[in-house]
């Protein structure tokens, strides 16, 4: 305030016709430069918040897939019936499991009409695809695992027994997580629809599934989709 009482006075002193020295006028000028800088950064006391824009969805992360492709030979299957456990393993490159489909000794296969087929050729296929996404608020990591069978032709087959399926835990999950399964209803309903339940990590970090003939007979692909969804650190 008084700065500006100065400057105000002194140029009046000026229009009047009172003569100033030269060690004032230069007194004058850097008075009102300062004076001008001093206001110009009045503000810089109270910042405006920036504005954050939210975090869009960065959708699904193309992930690896595996597939184990198997088609029965005679000393797996005999006139129709499969003689002893057979088990299809997706393993990653250093041959760790990481997803298996176990399929019981005695198990027979059915056509579409429900009737057993004594000569068929069974292929079966288990997948594995991993993916990741990102919201604001959460990451999920995932792990969709599709297992069907069909005969020699492409057609669909049915297994007359459960098949159990391990699924290994998304990354970053330890034995005792709970993880969000999404698996076939007919698995306990027969009604072919998805639900989702909520499973514990065992001790070797996979998930245990058994799917029932009748999710199978409903189902071209049973898919199981296994989810670890983790909240982003600061977000509200």
């Known amino acids: 305030m008084f700065l500006r009482i100065f400057i105000v006075h002194s140029l009046i002193n000026l229009k009047k016709g009172y003569r100033m020295t030269k060690k ?27 504005v954050t824009e939210p975090v869009a969805d960065t959708g699904v992360i193309a992930g690896q897939t595996q597939t184990d492709n198997t088609t029965l030979d005679a000393t797996q299957i005999n006139a129709g019936t499969v003689s002893k456990d057979i088990e299809l393993v997706v393993e990653t490159v250093d041959k760790a499991a990481t997803s298996t489909a176990t399929i019981k000794a005695g198990t027979q296969f059915l056509d579409a009409n429900g009737d057993i087929l004594a000569d068929v050729v069974p292929k ?7 993916g990741e996404s990102a919201t604001a608020t959460e990451t999920t990591k995932s792990v969709q695992t599709e ?65 029932l ?9 049973i898919v199981i989709i296994v989810e670890k969804r983790t909240p982003v650190t600061g977000a509200s």
Not at 24 to 48: H, P, Q, R, W, Y
């Open 124 to 130: 079966i296929a288990l997948t594995q695809k991993k």
């Open 24 to 50: 004032t006028i230069v007194s004058l000028v850097s008075i009102i430069a300062i004076s001008t800088l001093m206001i110009g950064c009045g503000g810089s006391s109270s910042t405006t918040p920036a």
């Open 213 to 221: 003939p009748d999710a199978f007979k409903n189902l071209t692909v």
């Open 147 to 211: 297992i069907n069978f069909t005969d020699a032709n492409g057609n669909k087959i049915t297994p007359t027994q459960a098949v159990e399926v391990k699924v290994k835990a998304p990354e970053g999950s330890k034995a005792g997580d709970e993880v969000q399964l999404s698996i076939p209803d007919a698995a306990e309903k027969g009604t072919g629809q998805q639900k989702l339940v909520i499973f514990i990590v065992d001790a070797n970090g996979f998930l245990t599934v058994r799917i």
